[in-house]
């Protein structure tokens, strides 16, 4: 709840669908474009349950998160005049969840920097834009009329002339002006609801770059990075899935990982991390400094790992040790048939040697030789066994 008001600034079933991962993006995609009629027939859920979810929701955030409830209208990108678009079949449930919740605004205070012409007049022209509406051109002559060359209608120029133009000849050059120009733009004139103005873009890139090999040099120009940025992951990880080697580059390591994780394989994603920091120790404990890792359940693990670090020394465990530190947080059933890309390493030895002694033991007394033999190898990792061991009243 908490997260889809502080993404897009207010609450409706549909972003809170698409926060909790019920609705995938390219569906969603597919029904601001028309081709969906009841976007229930695109969640994977009956609608009694799904009714239940959103009603609890709803309640919830008028309740706790004490958020207004406005009466609002979905209706298809670039066509403001059509049938508007439904939740639900069922003329009553649709009418029930067709509300948007925001904030309460003190509009006495803000009525004098919010409501002046000009501001009204770039709220229509982002509106159109947003909704690929027809009036855009009328608006922007209107805007450019009375404000000239002020930088938002530079900025909405460019994200509306790539909306327009999503045929995608030269992918590269599609992409570079994305990442430099289009998006930038978007951030800074939808701050609240990039993701609708953004997500087709990038999704075109994507579909243009389908058939690029990956470039270690240039990790981007591949069809895996505009996908993790439309946040369509299970094609993200197809895209991943497509590099025959894809082992052998970070990049694609964390996207995976990214993607898994999104999809709620909190598992595999746990799973794609051991793997990442065996085979790229240095950009794994990178992306493990940069990255959230409470979805998956590794944060308390990060943070035993670093204290591990400080109190032994960086000599007494290594990052490619904290796969070892997930294993005892979670034990694995089976091994993964992806851990054979790992055999070998330093990190996936030592990882051998703790399910070793960890067997060992559960078999009865302590097995000195093995302890003494992973004191050796990894001291942080003997300390982290030794400290998860029960002990005797």
């Known amino acids: ?50 009714d239940a979810l959103l009603t609890t929701a709803m309640r919830y955030a008028e309740q706790q998160l004490k958020l207004t409830s406005i009466e609002t209208t979905w209706r298809p990108w670039g066509d403001t005049d059509g049938d508007p678009l439904r939740l639900f079949h069922n003329d009553a449930q649709n009418q029930r969840f067709q509300k948007r919740l925001a904030p309460r605004r003190n509009r006495r205070q803000l009525d004098l920097f919010l409501d002046t012409p000009r501001t009204i007049l770039l709220n229509r022209l982002r509106s159109a834009v947003r909704n690929r509406s027809a009036d855009y051109h ?22 509306h002339d790539a ?47 389908v058939d690029l090999p990956f470039d270690p040099a240039h990790p981007e120009y591949h069809a895996s990075y505009p996908l993790l940025q439309a946040r369509d992951w299970e094609e993200c990880l197809a895209a991943v899935d497509r590099v025959a080697d894809w082992t052998a580059y970070p990049p694609l390591h964390h996207r995976r990982i990214t993607a898994l994780s999104a999809m709620g394989d909190h598992q595999a994603a746990r799973e794609g991390w051991m793997l990442f920091c065996w085979l790229h120790p240095d950009a794994a404990a990178s992306a493990l400094a940069t990255t959230d890792l409470r979805p998956d359940g590794l944060h ?73 033999s992973l004191k050796q190898n990894s001291p942080g990792l003997l300390r982290a066994f030794l400290k998860q061991i029960p002990r005797p009243h």
Request: charged fraction near 25%.
């Open 1 to 50: 709840m908490e997260q889809s008001v502080a993404d897009r600034g207010h609450w409706d079933a549909v972003t809170f669908l698409l926060t909790c991962r019920l609705l995938r993006q390219r569906d969603y995609a597919a029904w601001c474009s028309g081709q969906i009629t009841a976007l229930e027939a695109a969640i994977d859920a009956d609608p009694r349950w799904l």
């Open 300 to 372: 308390g693990v990060w943070r035993q790992f670093t204290q591990l670090e400080s109190a032994c020394g960086e000599d007494a465990i290594a990052i490619s040790d904290f796969p070892a530190l997930i294993a005892l947080r979670y034990p694995l059933q089976t091994e993964p048939p992806l851990f054979a890309h790992a055999g070998g390493t330093i990190g996936w030895r030592h990882y051998q040697l703790l399910n070793r002694l960890s067997a060992a033991e559960q078999r009865g007394a302590p097995d000195i030789a093995l302890r003494q």
């Open 138 to 159: 009328r608006l922007m002559r209107r805007a450019r009329a009375e404000l000239g060359n002020a930088p938002a209608l530079t900025r909405l120029e460019a994200i």
């Open 163 to 209: 909306l327009e133009n999503e045929t995608v000849a030269d992918p590269i050059r599609w992409l570079e002006r994305l990442m430099r120009v289009v998006i930038p733009a978007a951030k800074e004139e939808f701050p609240t609801g990039e993701y609708d103005v953004a997500s087709p873009l990038w999704r075109a890139a994507a579909a243009a770059m």
